[in-house]
């Protein structure tokens, strides 16, 4: 886990340093930073989407899968459980870090490099997305942390526990994964981190929190499919 272990650090690394610099921006530079981060995420997610779709196998199974993910993550109000549980981290009228968390763990975590890294790591013992993915999570856990604070490093916690479940997941199912399962999440995961893109830059809150439950629509769709199948 050698490559995910680097990628928590980049990130507590970006964000001390990120935070650090945070008291020498002035408020439109923060702004700007915001702007660019947002421009980012959505140019990322767009991509991600590009690359992805015209391999899938079932053009309709990210629609229903958002649909469906969606709907159950807006009943139980995943968003709202969130802004909660960040409230103690911020102040009152402060930096609304349960945004930049919630836009850090989309960029962070949801990404096909931060999917495919701990898999390719797992299978064949290779680093490089990983890597790659550290090197860049180290840019964007700085730009948001000089905008949202310390507490983006939370988001290191989180991306260790994902990858490091993706990772111990690749190793016990290794023989049932498909670049069929992979490239169904990484469509979804193209539109989430999209979707936080557009929240940073206030054209629309799709409360992209509320939507993750749909990376695990195409997991049971496959699941059911193979269990059938067999």
């Not at 802004?83 to 968390?101: C, E, P, Y």
């Not at 850090?104 to 898999?119: E, K, R």
Request: glycine share 10%.
């Amino acid at each position: 886990m050698i490559g995910t272990i680097v990628n928590t650090c980049t990130i507590l690394a970006g964000s001390i340093i990120g935070s650090v610099i945070k008291k020498g921006i002035k408020q439109q530079y923060q702004d700007a930073l915001l702007n660019a981060m947002g421009l980012a995420a959505v140019a990322l997610g767009i991509n991600t989407l590009v690359q992805n779709l015209p391999n899938s196998q079932f053009p309709v199974l990210f629609i229903l899968s958002l649909a469906a993910g969606s709907l159950f993550g807006y009943i139980v109000d995943l968003d709202k459980r969130f802004q909660n549980l960040t409230d103690r981290f911020t102040s009152s009228g402060g930096s609304n870090l349960a945004q930049g968390l919630s836009t850090g763990i989309m960029l962070f975590c949801i990404g096909t490099l931060s999917i495919l890294g701990p898999i390719e790591s797992a299978l064949h013992g290779d680093h490089t997305f990983l890597f790659t993915n550290a090197t860049l999570d180290f840019v964007t856990s700085m730009v948001l942390a000089s905008t949202y604070g310390i507490g983006i490093a939370i988001a290191a916690a989180v991306l260790f526990l994902w990858q490091g479940g993706i990772y111990l997941l690749a190793l016990s199912v290794a023989s049932s994964l498909s670049s069929e399962l992979l490239t169904e999440v990484s469509i979804i995961g193209g539109i989430l981190i999209a979707s936080s893109g557009l929240s940073i830059l206030k054209i629309k809150d799709l409360k992209a929190l509320n939507m993750l439950p749909s990376l695990f629509v195409p997991v049971i769709w496959f699941g059911v499919k193979a269990l059938f199948l067999s």
